[in-house]
């Protein structure tokens, strides 16, 4: 497998070779994000390829082989179908989910003893799962391994040899393979928040193979949002609006998505917005541009604005002499805020700052978070035992106490406070963000004593007013053993969990709707904020910032106080 994986690599580099000395780049069109650093085109063709069956194989190697050979969904799975007969082979569907285990030298095939006559068989495998994909494409995680059994049918065929009869439907994937995203690869359908703002990533996990761009279009035209997000986002596909083919073919960057006439009402804003939906939800497939047509002819849909969440290169810190960005070794400060952090009455442990830092929720040593801006400081939460707050988009600053999970309160610029509840199950919150979309809040909870890290979806009204959060026990996307010392939005669709590993402290780069990745931070961090480009994380503690774009966090100042977190946009 590594082999195969370097082969790949050595044809990729050999093509964009080629690429470069006879492909131009597009002058005109909109300027749009490409793929993110470390991620690959996941329209490639180029996979492992497995073997197939061969002649005196025993059911045990038989089902060993077709879970092997179930890595390759080139040709629909055609390698793997071999092991199958001619009737369980147009019935297996492969892409009806994963199931993902601790690894191949988990996995136990049991059989009874046959004799010689035997000319059927049943094999059951029994794994430690990690983690599971279903037919939609989401990802579910479990706290720790969980044993799962499959059963396999097996019968001789005229020629003596065996094949399975009967298979579950969907592959077994071990976690490292599945993390590659070698066979199954993470691809973002896009909604809007509910004021048609923001677009939020709904992460699902679909085969490499040659239709996924229909998969996806047909996801995002015809399917549903993930459940947890129902109520926070909303699509401009909607009526009777739908596919008029299902199949989807990019060609040289562009994809023609065909909808039925209904989206010849459709006005010019809800076209371009399903324009927009469509070409950010490609975009993981090298899509540049989306054509929509009714009958052959084109929509000519223009292009919906969406409003970044990216953040400010620069960290944003508190120094002992002044509050703003941290360029070249100087403050860049920030009118109307910085001089009210240099005269602010007590100790300052925290900052959650908007775009451009011109409003800021700080907390001061005695607990008490105000909203500071227009060369002011208002007291916004005075209650008792407050964790560090967090800031939205539309300016609602949001507060809850540590012993009380289910006082989470959001207040507006004029200090109007809204209860939103909260989790009903934790005795502790310790730590809470809002993506910078807006529509989500990620929460560090103490749950029967165990910290479990959940989501939750904001519902808002159409100017932007949270109005409720919904259940977070429905999408746990972390168990962290270490704890939760602090947690950030590290770019629309991962939070950033600072934790221990038993023995150093590592961030835990926690994917929304896919597994996580653990990296080295300094021992002495004590806080996390996001950067810019959304690879790197600033780290500090102790009155060290540091940044990590590589291997080693890159030591930036000595002097800082605290590190502010910035919303984007």
Avoid at 215 to 243: C, E, N, Y
Avoid at 319 to 342: C, H, N, Q, R, W
Avoid at 382 to 398: E, H, M, Q, S, V
Avoid at 510 to 527: M, N
């Amino acid at each position: 497998m590594r082999f195969a994986r370097a082969l790949r690599g050595a044809v990729v580099a050999l093509t964009l070779l080629a690429l470069t000395a006879c492909a131009s780049l597009p002058v005109t069109g909109d300027v749009r994000p490409g793929l993110a650093a470390g991620q690959s085109d996941s329209g490639s063709d180029l996979a492992f390829v497995p073997q197939g069956p061969s002649d005196g194989m025993d059911p045990k190697q038989i089902v060993r082989g077709f879970i092997d050979a179930a890595s390759s969904p080139k040709d629909s799975w055609s390698i793997a179908r071999q092991f199958l007969t001619p009737d369980a082979a147009q019935k297996w569907k492969p892409d009806a989910g994963v199931t993902v285990d601790a690894g191949s030298s988990e996995r136990r095939f049991d059989i009874p003893e046959l004799s010689k006559e035997a000319v059927s068989a049943t094999v059951r495998l029994g794994l430690q799962q990690t983690a599971s994909v279903d037919e939609t494409g989401a990802y579910t995680g479990q706290p720790v391994n969980r044993a799962a059994e499959m059963s396999f049918s097996l019968a001789k065929n005229k020629s003596g040899q065996w094949r399975i009869s009967s298979a579950p439907d969907g592959i077994v994937l071990d976690a490292d393979s599945f993390a590659a995203a070698d066979v199954f690869a993470p691809y973002a359908l896009e909604y809007y928040d509910p004021t048609w703002t923001y677009l939020v990533p709904d992460v699902r996990w679909f085969p490499k193979r040659e239709n996924t761009a229909s998969r996806i279009v047909q996801s995002l035209v015809s399917g549903k949002p993930s459940p947890w997000l129902v109520g926070s986002v909303r699509t401009a596909f909607t009526g009777d609006i739908a596919l008029a083919r299902n199949t989807v073919t990019p060609d040289s960057q562009t994809a023609e998505v065909a909808l039925t006439s209904a989206a010849l009402s459709a006005d010019p804003v809800a076209l371009s917005r399903m324009r927009t939906q469509l070409e950010r939800s490609l975009s993981g497939l090298s899509v540049l541009q989306v054509k929509l047509t009714v009958s052959g002819r084109d929509l000519n849909a223009g292009s919906a604005s969406a409003a970044p969440t990216t953040v400010d290169s620069r960290p944003l810190v508190l120094t002992d002499k002044d509050f703003g960005y941290l360029s070249g070794g100087e403050i860049v400060p920030i009118p109307g805020v910085s001089p009210e952090m240099a005269k602010f009455p007590q100790p300052i442990t925290a900052i959650r700052a908007a775009a451009g830092a011109q409003r800021a929720a700080v907390q001061g040593s005695n607990g008490v978070v105000y909203a500071v801006s227009d060369g002011k400081a208002d007291e916004v939460d005075g209650r008792a035992g407050l964790i560090p707050p967090t800031l939205d988009p539309f300016g609602y600053i949001w507060t809850v106490p540590q012993q009380s999970p289910t006082s989470i309160t959001a207040w507006s610029t004029s200090m109007q406070s809204t209860p939103l509840g909260g989790p009903q199950d934790a005795s502790q919150i310790l730590a809470i963000s809002v993506s910078r979309d807006g529509s989500r809040l990620a929460m560090a909870l103490n749950v029967n004593g165990q910290v479990r890290v959940e989501v939750a979806a904001i519902t808002r009204d159409d100017r932007g007013a949270p109005t409720a959060i919904s259940d977070p026990s429905t999408n746990v996307i972390a168990w962290p053993s270490g704890g939760a010392l602090d947690i950030a939005w590290l770019d629309d669709a991962t939070v950033g969990v600072l934790t221990s590993d038993g023995s150093h402290l590592v961030l835990l780069e926690q994917q929304v709707g896919g597994p996580g990745k653990t990296i080295d931070v300094p021992d002495a961090t004590q806080s996390i904020a996001p950067a810019s480009p959304t690879t790197n994380v600033q780290l500090f503690g102790n009155g060290v910032l540091w940044v990590r774009s590589g291997p080693t966090p890159q030591q930036v100042s000595t002097t800082v106080k605290v590190l502010a977190v910035q919303l984007g946009g």
